[in-house]
């Protein structure tokens, strides 16, 4: 997926960056989501304390949904 966005579309003069499991500063802490996409604000620093435009998690069958809801709080 990540792949397919490109790294950044800079020849469509888009600001679009997508992360496979970049780890991301909360107020509870940190979370590390499966891909990170940033349109409306690029991060700077290698640990970003603002969050991704979009969070993409993958679920897997083992997955509680209690720890999902948790995420999606967050």
């Not at 003069?13 to 979370?31: D, H, K, Q, V």
């Not at 290698?46 to 969070?55: G, H, K, L, R, S």
Request: glycine residues 2%; without cysteine; charged residues 30%.
């Amino acid at each position: 997926l990540t792949a397919s966005f490109g790294i950044r579309k800079r020849e469509q003069n888009l600001s679009l960056l997508a992360l496979p499991e970049l780890r991301i500063r909360t107020a509870r802490g940190y979370r590390t989501p499966d891909v990170s996409i940033f349109f409306s604000r690029i991060p700077t620093k290698p640990v970003p304390e603002f969050a991704p435009d979009i969070a993409m998690e993958i679920v897997s069958r083992d997955d509680r949904y209690h720890d999902l809801m948790e995420k999606v709080r967050e």
